[in-house]
T-cell receptor, first 115, second 112 residues
Framework: EPEVTQTPSHQVTQMGQEVILRCVPI?????FYWYRQILGQKVEFLVS????????KSEIFDDQFSVERPDGSNFTLKIRSTKLEDSAMYFC?????????????FGPGTRLTVL | GNSVTQMEGPVTLSEEAFLTINCTYT??????LFWYVQYPGEGLQLLLK?????DKGSNKGFEATYRKETTSFHLEKGSVQVSDSAVYFC???????????FGTGTRLTIIP
């Protein structure tokens, strides 16, 4: 069964450093998402991406964050200058269509630790 | 705004016990409702969903019914197994919205 993959599974970085989290969505999907989960808290929406542009973003997704689909398969989340509070599990998701009934398929997550 | 409220955890049950995890929602419109499960060390997997009032989603012995009158989508299973130990997330998505809105998650532990 097709699945969403994410690399790395765990990333440790120093505060102020840039990180890039990578995702390979399911191959025929068109809509892509990033969510994050701070330890012990809710899963929170960050951003959605369709047709090579951001379609929706949350308040969390400020100028320090960016997303890109550099080729036909990868979808990346970049954090320009990491803060301690960026430490979280980051989940990528994809879906075939934009309708609300369509299932979003999640990857296994990247645990980001900012020291 | 839109929100999902889930039963506080953790929940610990014996094998073969009956499970209910409560979920209620607040939404400006008619959402689709979802239960996702996160097994240890893994990502979120869709467990079941319901897209309109009175729909029942079911999978792997789990069921949840979309109750518009009580704005609820409680998860139930008649006889739980040790392998059901996981974190369960209730979520909603509005018709016009891109994102899923999640509850806080309920950690379930089943004891043999």
């Amino acid at each position: 069964e097709p699945e969403v993959t994410q690399t790395p599974s765990h990333q440790v970085t120093q505060m102020g450093q840039e990180v890039i989290l990578r995702c390979v969505p399911i191959s025929n999907h068109l809509y892509f998402y990033w969510y994050r989960q701070i330890l012990g808290q809710k899963v929170e929406f960050l951003v959605s991406f369709y047709n090579n542009e951001i379609s929706e973003k949350s308040e969390i997704f400020d100028d320090q964050f960016s997303v890109e689909r550099p080729d036909g398969s990868n979808f990346t989340l970049k954090i320009r200058s990491t803060k301690l509070e960026d430490s979280a599990m980051y989940f990528c998701a994809s879906t075939g269509a934009g309708v609300s009934t369509d299932t979003q398929y999640f990857g296994p997550g990247t645990r980001l630790t900012v020291l | 705004g839109n929100s999902v409220t889930q039963m506080e955890g953790p929940v610990t049950l014996s094998e073969e016990a009956f499970l209910t995890i409560n979920c209620t929602y607040t939404a400006t419109g008619y959402p689709s409702l979802f239960w996702y499960v996160q097994y240890p060390g893994e990502g979120l997997q869709l467990l079941l969903k319901a897209t309109k009032a009175d729909d029942k989603g079911s999978n792997k012995g789990f069921e949840a019914t979309y109750r518009k009158e009580t704005t609820s989508f409680h998860l139930e299973k008649g006889s739980v197994q040790v392998s059901d130990s996981a974190v369960y997330f209730c979520a909603l998505r509005l018709v016009w919205d891109e994102k899923l809105t999640f509850g806080t998650g309920t950690r379930l532990t089943i004891i043999p």
